[in-house]
């Protein structure tokens, strides 16, 4: 995911990739990546939201409780929101794409 992340870093910068109200992120705006590049920022964020899942559901899973990992990707989400950076977009509690 650190990896990733870093490889990710300059499409939050310019407003490509955002993150989601549900804790995964998103390519938000296809026109800021070049063509020749979307491809892979298409596998890496799916990559990223395939780990992120696998996350929730084992945190869930290891407290015995399945059935939070609803409460526990919005946790995340939230946390994820509070650590980005200046400048990155986010998806508020209605949806919408918002700059931090």
């Known amino acids: 995911m650190q990896q990733r992340h870093a490889q990710l870093a300059g499409h939050y910068a310019s407003g490509a990739v955002g993150l989601t ?7 938000r705006d296809a ?13 890496l964020i799916a990559a990223e939201n395939q780990d992120r899942a696998a996350l929730y559901r084992e945190i869930a899973r290891a407290n015995g409780r399945p059935e939070w990992e609803n ?23 209605a949806g919408a794409w918002v700059r931090k």
Not at 33 to 43: F, G, K
Not at 76 to 89: S, V
Request: net charge positive; charged share 20%; aromatic share 12%.
């Open 21 to 27: 109200r549900d804790g995964n992120i998103a390519l």
């Open 31 to 43: 026109g800021a990546v070049p063509l020749a590049q979307r491809q892979q920022v298409n596998a």
């Open 71 to 93: 409460d526990i990707r919005a946790t995340f989400a939230q946390r994820w929101i509070e650590k980005a950076q200046t400048g990155w977009y986010y998806q508020n509690a």
